[in-house]
């Protein structure tokens, strides 16, 4: 080494700690990729993004060529500096132990901290950028690399270790999917982002949470006068309708009243016409959840189903539309809405709001912000009746999970008018 000039030993030093800075800057980068983004680079056709994603699903032989070369140039600019140092200063104590603190300053500093920071800082396009000299020297030094891992693998069997074999991507609960929604509202629009995540509640949500409860549903009672029925398929804003004999739960068929317009325009609309007419109605459990039921309605080309209890008994009814409106929110249609949107009302006492008592929970919670329990009743005339334990008359006052309420209006043993304050 006495033969190599001083200029050309500090030069090779400085590309020692070049080499072992591109390593640990490769490691840092490939573990920090996002595999989605490079996912999506990889079917836009980037050989880079291929490279690196085939390297990630063998996480344990990448860090095996990046560490044995990182470690390598690392031993070999520590060798080379303390030959320096006694080229220049002699073999005293003090100039080793001196050199030896420098240079462990220097690949710390150069070698280790900077590039790491910088691939932690753009990681995709170092990763990318780095595949293109790791998948080489993988190929080539992939008997060391295999060895090493054995021995790893025995050492970790002896301390009874496990570890799990390189996947190319970990799956993600529907928690952390939903995580992953939220945090990147910077990149999605907020009408997408709220889909996304309504679409990720829909197999938490139950058909009783979204039904329309029995006394709201519209339906044909067959023992009516024939002029009635008449008078109301005339004037109902539904395609569907179910049709009962006597009593609303016991329902003999749906009527689709495009059914009836041969009828109608040949003037032969009749009770017996309108018989032949019904479908058999189609029923739910009350426990089914929304996803299911999606799948259930694609399955059996249904758009409208009765929602029935454990004893059979009609709970309420559940169409196509109040699943994709639970999906998209509230749309336009010529029919009335169930229940109109919700906001505060500025007041001098406090913002308030005006609150039909058959407004679900789950609307409540979600368009005027508050926490209200839904693990029991589904609407706020529930909830009150139940907390109370009694049906309350107008002007009583409560405060259910830190809300307060006052009671404006009961009628048929139901509270029919709330006034909710907004939580301070």
């Not at 490691?27 to 993004?49: D, K, P, S, V």
């Not at 995540?197 to 949500?205: A, G, V």
Request: charged residues 20%.
């Amino acid at each position: 080494m006495e033969d190599i000039p001083l200029t050309a030993q500090i030069a090779a030093l400085i590309v020692l700690l070049v080499f072992s800075g591109f390593f640990s800057m490769a490691e840092t980068a490939m573990m920090a990729a996002n595999r989605y983004h490079l996912r999506a680079r990889r079917a836009a056709g980037q050989r880079g993004a291929l490279l690196a994603l085939d390297l990630l699903a063998k996480t344990s032989k990448l860090l095996g060529i990046i560490l044995l070369f990182n470690t390598l140039f690392n031993a070999a600019t520590a060798t080379l500096a303390g030959l320096i140092t006694v080229r220049l200063f002699g073999e005293a104590k003090w100039a080793l132990g001196a050199g030896t603190l420098l240079i462990t300053f220097v690949i710390l500093l150069f070698a280790e901290i900077t590039p790491k920071v910088l691939g932690a800082s753009y990681p995709d396009k170092l990763a990318m950028g780095s595949s293109y000299l790791l998948s080489p020297l993988l190929r080539l030094f992939n008997p060391v690399v295999s060895v090493v891992n054995w021995l790893v693998t025995g050492a970790l069997r002896l301390l009874r270790l496990r570890t799990s074999a390189g996947h190319e991507m970990e799956e993600l609960s529907p928690e952390e999917l939903r995580a992953l929604v939220l945090e990147a509202s910077h990149l999605i629009p907020r009408q997408h982002q709220t889909m996304l995540i309504n679409i990720l509640d829909l197999e938490h949500i139950s058909v009783e949470d979204i039904m329309k409860p029995r006394g709201e549903i519209e339906g044909i009672d067959i023992q009516s006068p024939f002029d009635e029925i008449r008078q109301q398929l005339a004037t109902s804003f539904h395609t569907r309708l179910p049709v009962y004999d006597g009593d609303p739960g016991n329902v003999i068929g749906i009527i689709h009243q495009r059914r009836l317009l041969a009828d109608v325009i040949s003037d032969e609309l009749n009770p017996e016409t309108l018989r032949q007419q019904l479908v058999e109605p189609y029923f739910i459990p009350a426990a089914t959840s929304i996803y299911a039921q999606l799948q259930f309605f694609k399955e059996n080309r249904q758009r409208l189903g009765l929602v029935v209890d454990e004893y059979g008994e009609i709970e309420g009814l559940l169409t196509l539309e109040d699943i994709i409106e639970e999906i998209v929110g509230k749309f336009t249609t010529s029919m009335p809405a169930r229940h109109s949107e919700l906001g505060w009302a500025e007041a001098e006492a406090g913002a308030s709001a005006l609150v039909d008592g058959a407004c679900p929970l789950r609307q409540l919670n979600r368009e005027l912000g508050l926490d209200l329990p839904l693990d029991g009743p589904k609407t706020l005339n529930g909830l009150i009746v139940e907390y109370l334990q009694d049906i309350p008359e107008s002007g009583v006052s409560v405060k259910i999970g830190g809300v307060a309420m006052e009671i404006l209006q009961t009628q048929d043993r139901r509270v029919r008018t709330v006034r909710i304050f907004r939580p301070a």
